[in-house]
DNA sequence: GTTAAACTTACAAGCGTTCGTTTTTATGCA
DNA sequence: TGCATAAAAACGAACGCTTGTAAGTTTAAC
C-alpha cells in the first residue's frame, strides 16, 4: 500500500500536532511513542517522517508556536491600557483566560522543558523570559506610580505567575464555575495581593452557575472520562 | 565478582531513593533508567532488585512517604494556633519553608504522578487531598469567624498551593533572598489575598542578604551547576 | 553454613529512525 | 484537454540500541 486517497500533507501535519499536543499532555513527551502518536493519527510511525524531522524538533516547534502566540496575544491584550492597575486587571484576565482554553500547550509548554535539548532549551527560556517581563514592567510601574504595595517584584511576579497557570491544573470545561468566574477570582485575589482595591464585580453576580446545572454537569463530565489518569499534575 | 565488602543493604537502598529522587527530578521518571540510576549508585542495573520490586514501586514509595511526612509535619506545624489568621500564617510559612528544603520530593510527587498506574495514583491523590484539605478548614473557618474576605473556598485554596508551591521552580539556596524573606513575601501575599492585614516583619529588614554577599554566591552556584537543564520547569 | 548483596548474562519488547517501495496527486508540455 | 513525469505521502520491514526485568552465580557477612 502507499499514499492513501484524499492524504493531504497540511492536513497530516495538522493531525500530528495536535494529537501530539494531546498525547504528550497526557503521558508526557518521553512516555510519548511514535507509534502511538501515529496510531492516534492514522498512519504508521514511518510515515510521520513525511512531515516532522525529529520527534525532539516536534516537541520544539509545538512550544515555540505556543509561547509566541501567547506574548504576541498579550500585547494585543494589554493595548491601550495605561494605568497600572488596568494593565495588571488586562494581564490576569489574559492569562487565565488563555490557559484555561489551552491547557495541553501550556502543560507541554511548561511541563516538559526538561526533555528540550541544550539550545532549544535556551531559546524558549529565552521567550518565556519576554513574557515574563511584560509582568514584572507592569509590577515595577505600578509601584514607581505609588498604585501598588508588594515587596519584591521578582519573587511577585513569580507568585503571580504561578497561582494563575495553576488553573490549568484542575480546571474542567464543564465545572461548578465560568471561566469568567475564575477569572474574577483570580483578579481578585492578584489585584488584593499588590494592595489595591479591585472593582472587580463578585462571581456569585454573574460567572457562578446553577447549582443543579453544574452538579449534572460535572457528573457527565466525570462519567465521559477514562476514569484513569485524566489528568498528570496538580501542585500540591 | 559478586557482594562488595562493606556493602549494607540498608545503606544501598538509601543510596537508591536518594539517587532516584535525584534523577527523577532532574530528568523525569521515564526518562530515568534503572541502569543509569544504578550507574549514580555504583552497583549494576541488577542488583538493584534486591532492593526495590519495581521502578513503579520505587515511584510511589518515593512519593507516599513525602507525602504522609508532609501531612504529620504540617500537622505539627499548625497545633497549637487557634485563630483563623494565625493558622494560615503557619501553613504558609510550613509548606514555602518545607517546600524550599524538599524541592526534589516535589517535584517528583507534583509532576510525576502521571507515571502512577490506576491504583497508586489514587493513593496518592488521597494523600494530597487530606493536605488540602488543611488548608480548605482554614480559609472557610477564617470566613466563618469573618477574619478573611475572599470569594471560593477551593479556587482560593488551590491559588493559594499554587502559588506557594511555585517557589520550588525558582529558588535557588545560594540566591539573592533568605528563605525567611521568601516566606514573608508570600505570607504577605496570602493574608493580603484573603483580606487580613498581615503583620509580618518587612523582608527588607530580616531576609535580604548583602548585595555582594548575594551576587558572588549566585556567581558560584552558576559555574558549579552543568550549564545545561539544572532545572526542569517554571511555571509561566 | 546460611543468607544477603553484589555480579554477569540474557531476554523479549519497545524505542526513534531509515529505507526502499507503492500509490496518489500535482505539474509541464503536446 | 490528454498524457508523461515528478513530487508527495503513505506503506511495511528493518536497523541498532535501550529498556525493565529475570535468572543463575559468586562472595562477604552474620
Known amino acids: 500500500?502507499?499514499?492513501?486517497?484524499?492524504?493531504?500533507?497540511?492536513?497530516?501535519?495538522?493531525?500530528?500536532?495536535?494529537?501530539?499536543?494531546?498525547?504528550?499532555?497526557?503521558?508526557?513527551?518521553e512516555a510519548m511513542?511514535?507509534?502511538h502518536l501515529a496510531a492516534e493519527v492514522g498512519i504508521q510511525a514511518g510515515s510521520l517522517y513525511n512531515h516532522i524531522a525529529t520527534k525532539q524538533e516536534l516537541l520544539v516547534g509545538l512550544i515555540r508556536a505556543h509561547m509566541e502566540e501567547l506574548i504576541r496575544a498579550l500585547d494585543a491584550a494589554l493595548d491601550?491600557?495605561?494605568?497600572?492597575a488596568d494593565r495588571l486587571r488586562a494581564f490576569v484576565a489574559f492569562h487565565v483566560g488563555t490557559h484555561l482554553l489551552k491547557r495541553q500547550e501550556v502543560y507541554v509548554s511548561t511541563f516538559e522543558l526538561r526533555a528540550l535539548e541544550r539550545t532549544n532549551y535556551a531559546k524558549v527560556v529565552r521567550l518565556r523570559r519576554r513574557y515574563e517581563q511584560r509582568l514584572t514592567r507592569i509590577l515595577d510601574d505600578g509601584?514607581?506610580?505609588r498604585r501598588f504595595v508588594f515587596d519584591d517584584?521578582?519573587?511577585?511576579?513569580?507568585?503571580?505567575?504561578?497561582?494563575l497557570t495553576g488553573v490549568c491544573t484542575w480546571y474542567r470545561p464543564k465545572g461548578r464555575l465560568s471561566r469568567q468566574a475564575i477569572i474574577d477570582i483570580h483578579t481578585r485575589l492578584?489585584?488584593?495581593g499588590v494592595g489595591v482595591k479591585s472593582r472587580v464585580r463578585t462571581a456569585a453576580k454573574i460567572g457562578v452557575k446553577s447549582a443543579a446545572k453544574a452538579k449534572s454537569a460535572a457528573?457527565?463530565?466525570r462519567a465521559k472520562r477514562p476514569a484513569h489518569k485524566p489528568r498528570p499534575a496538580r501542585a500540591a
Open 219 to 221: 457528573a457527565k463530565g
Open 190 to 192: 492578584v489585584m488584593k
Open 143 to 145: 509601584k514607581a506610580r
Open 33 to 35: 511513542s511514535l507509534r
Open 80 to 84: 491601550g491600557h495605561d494605568d497600572p
Open 1 to 29: 500500500m502507499a499514499r492513501k486517497t484524499g492524504a493531504s500533507g497540511a492536513a497530516t501535519l495538522k493531525a500530528i500536532r495536535q494529537a501530539g499536543l494531546k498525547l504528550m499532555a497526557q503521558h508526557g513527551y
Open 153 to 163: 517584584t521578582r519573587v511577585t511576579a513569580y507568585a503571580i505567575l504561578a497561582m
